[in-house]
């Protein structure tokens, strides 16, 4: 069986600053990984994930998240947030091919000015 | 053009009664799923149906019956209603072989 922590349940910063969220996974099979993204009072939106190859991966708003096989994580990174970055992030894992998503319990990112 | 999309939004309602929460995608997918989100966000899978049947069954309670008339739908079903079933519920589809699951806005279920 897969599990996710997500070691931060919330991580305050100031606007433009860099930030990490950290997200580990435990799996004895190979797995994909998933970053999610829930603004407020909304649904989940799919941020960026990690299927195959590169292990470094992109989304469309400047967030990236590199796969870690030795170190079991998938840490997501942003060089400078914004005001509207404020969401909770959830990250999720599923083994190869079976569907099941696996989440961790989310990293609330709380932007201020 | 909503991808996922789930009625009602909002759903609140007495203890012991009956409701229905229903999920139509209009992606193509074949497979689709209910998670619950507790009160601290937690979100856990319930059901996943393939093509119309059952494939995933997580330990849920049977006063919760997924059906799927077609495969574009996978309503919720919900008997005698409890206080610990307030949640929000989502569902969600994916294309096998993808991996990659889509989610709808959510329902917010209050039971009082």
């Known amino acids: 069986a897969q599990s996710v922590t997500q070691l931060d349940s919330q991580v305050p910063v100031f606007e433009e600053a860099p930030v990490e969220l950290r997200c580990n996974y435990s799996?004895?099979?190979?797995?994909?990984l998933f970053w999610y993204v829930q603004y407020p009072n909304q649904g989940l939106q799919l941020l960026l994930k990690?299927?195959?190859?590169?292990?470094l991966v992109e989304s469309i708003n400047g967030f990236e998240a590199e796969f870690n096989k030795s170190q079991t994580s998938f840490h997501l990174r942003k060089p400078s947030v914004h005001i509207s970055d404020t969401a909770e992030y959830f990250c999720?894992?599923?083994?190869?091919?079976?569907?099941?998503?696996?989440f961790g319990t989310g990293t609330r990112l709380l932007v201020s000015p | 053009d909503t991808a996922v999309s789930q009625t009602p939004k909002y759903l609140v309602t007495q203890m012991g009664n009956d409701k229905s929460i229903k999920c139509e995608q209009n992606?193509?997918?074949?497979?689709m799923y209910w998670y619950k989100q507790d009160s601290k966000k937690f979100l856990k899978i319930m059901f996943s149906?393939?093509?119309?049947?059952?494939?995933i069954n997580e330990t849920v309670p049977n006063r919760f019956s997924p059906k799927s008339p077609d495969k574009a739908h996978l309503n919720l079903h919900i008997n005698s209603l409890e206080l610990g079933d307030s949640a929000v519920y989502f569902c969600?589809?994916?294309?096998?072989?993808?991996?990659?699951?889509?989610f709808g806005p959510g329902t917010r279920l209050t039971v009082l």
């Open positions: 969600a589809s994916s294309q096998p072989g993808t991996d990659t699951q889509y």
């Open positions: 799996s004895s099979v190979s797995v994909y």
């Open positions: 990690y299927l195959s190859g590169s292990t």
């Open positions: 999720a894992v599923t083994q190869t091919g079976f569907q099941k998503l696996v």
């Open positions: 992606l193509g997918h074949d497979t």
């Open positions: 149906y393939n093509n119309k049947e059952l494939i």
